[in-house]
């Protein structure tokens, strides 16, 4: 680093400086530290939440040699060396823990939970960032209604919201946009999706080769 980048580190970082000399860098967290607070006790929350159930915590890894699978899922690739001297590989940052906690369902863990990093490109707006804290969960044995009561107690307990009012999917369709889904044609589906703005050409395909799973 040169003298003047010391000096002035605008000079040769790229970093955002404010100040008429550009010599103040705008160094501060944009989180207070009440909202910082705040998140470290609704994660103990949750840990508290699960813990009390006998559900474990596990972590996995946030790297992994593939990435998801699903169209609509933009991985973000990361290429990086192994090993001195070692040519660069190509490993993905993962949406979600999802494939890695499946392993260890596969191998008897039984119940299990995890807060973690997870990351997806062409993601980042008011409500979404690139890489983001997610929380998952799998229960072996528990049906889709005694799930549903689970995420509802787990947002009464660390949230204080009252019971989520629940919808069946054609219920759905047929209160909110008029229409039933299952019976209705391609073209009357894409004719609603076209009144709610919904622009059909934004459509991912899959591409045409092989989608390798490992797991």
């Known amino acids: 680093m040169s003298r003047e980048s010391r000096n002035n580190p605008s000079a040769d970082s790229g970093w955002p400086v404010n100040g008429e000399g550009g010599t103040d860098i705008d160094w501060g967290p944009t989180a207070s530290v009440p909202a910082l607070q705040a998140r470290a006790e609704l994660l103990s929350a949750i840990r508290r939440f699960f813990e009390n159930r006998g559900v474990l915590e596990v972590e996995t890894p946030v790297l992994g040699a593939a990435g998801a699978p699903d169209p609509h899922l933009d991985n973000i690739a990361v290429h990086l060396g192994l090993g001195p001297g070692a040519a660069k ?53 528990m049906g889709a209604n005694e799930l549903m009561n689970e995420v509802d107690e787990l947002l009464a307990e660390v949230a204080g919201l009252a019971p989520a009012r629940r919808l069946h999917y054609r219920e759905a369709f047929s209160r909110h946009v008029a229409i039933d889904p299952f019976a209705a044609s391609i073209e009357a589906l894409r004719a609603k999706a076209a009144e709610a703005g919904l622009d059909e050409t934004r459509r991912r395909c899959l591409p045409a080769m092989p989608v390798w799973i490992i797991c």
């Open 89 to 141: 590989c190509r490993l993905f940052l993962q949406t979600s823990p999802e494939h890695a906690m499946k392993r260890l369902l596969a191998a008897d863990s039984g119940p299990i939970f995890q807060m973690c990093k997870a990351f997806r490109g062409e993601e980042c707006g008011r409500l979404h960032n690139p890489e983001f804290t997610l929380l998952e969960w799998y229960r072996p044995g």
